[in-house]
């Protein structure tokens, strides 16, 4: 995960460190990560579901990785969404939509990164969508959201996100009404029916909801607009329908990157301490990974 990495002062690399950055160990070490999503927490659904579902948790992480500068806060993070989305992919088959809504983060967040032009993806991804279900019309609201952020440091960005958030709409729209005068396709386009989260499952959602609520309002002044309207929203939403548990995990997973855990983790007192440890996260997930593997 490469970032703009501030220079620690009296720092001092462990035997650890040294060696894992002689074998790439950061890459290896994410590389684990998305191993064991793949077959420890999508791992109950086909295989091929399971890629889906796991290059969602990529995007995310493509979102996630300028404004996180440890691996193991943002690998918990990625943890912390798939674990959301769990039931989604393997009891709604929703993997495919969870990969769109992981493009969709992505493509937004480095819009605020100033990569506005990964933003003109939107379309494509909204017409894919549009074929597959409903649920790209609350992707839609959350890249609505995105246009209260006024950009006052790049004049004119904004009403090109508005152009790009219209023609998205207008494509998805297109897609829909195709599907819809499609003869021959399976029914289910609109959720017939409330997939409900499990018991164990609400009291996750319920201690995720809380904590976005209390981190909202901690740095309301210091997030956009967008960090502060999505979480409020899918938040709300989370435990009506595990595929709306899904979006959430997402949308928090951002809200926790752009306030606790970069603010904590980025101070002088707190941050060479996240530093060694990352360097043997790198280890241990990849055991976790090879275990999960070879020997589960």
């Known amino acids: ?63 996630l990785k300028k404004k996180n500068r440890d ?83 790049r004049p004119g960005w904004r009403k090109k996100l508005g152009f790009t958030i219209a023609g998205a709409a207008a494509a998805g729209g297109i897609t829909t009404v195709l599907h819809l005068t499609s003869s021959g396709l399976p029914t289910g386009y609109w959720p017939s029916e409330r997939l409900a989260p ?17 981190i909202v309002a901690s740095y309301w002044r210091r997030i956009i607009a967008p960090h502060r309207i999505n979480p409020l929203v899918f938040g709300a939403l989370a435990p009506w329908d595990i595929r709306l548990t899904a979006m959430f995990g997402m949308v928090a997973a951002v809200l926790f990157a752009a306030t606790v855990f970069r603010h904590s983790i980025d101070s002088d007192r707190a941050r060479p301490f996240f530093k060694h440890a990352e360097w043997h996260f790198f280890w241990w997930v990849l055991a976790l990974a090879v275990w999960a593997v070879f020997f589960r």
């Open 198 to 214: 499990g018991p164990t499952h609400l009291i996750f959602i319920a201690v995720l909801v809380l904590a976005s609520l209390v």
């Open 71 to 153: 691996h193991l806060m943002c690998s918990f993070l990625l943890f912390m969404a798939a674990a959301l989305a769990r039931p989604a992919v393997l009891v709604a088959d929703w993997a495919l939509p969870l990969l769109l809504f992981g493009a969709t983060v992505f493509s937004l967040e480095r819009y605020i990164e100033k990569r506005p032009s990964q933003v003109y993806v939107l379309p494509v991804v909204f017409a894919v969508w549009g074929w597959v279900d409903g649920f790209w019309l609350l992707a839609l609201l959350f890249a609505i959201a995105y246009l209260f952020h006024p950009r006052d440091d």
């Open 1 to 63: 995960m490469e970032t703009d990495e501030p220079v620690l002062i009296n720092y001092i690399r462990g035997p650890v460190e040294v060696y894992g950055r002689r074998m790439k160990m950061e890459y290896i070490g994410m590389a684990s990560v998305f191993v064991v999503i793949a077959v420890l927490i999508y791992g109950g659904a086909p295989w091929q579901r399971s890629v889906v579902a796991t290059i969602g948790s990529f995007f995310l992480f493509l979102g």
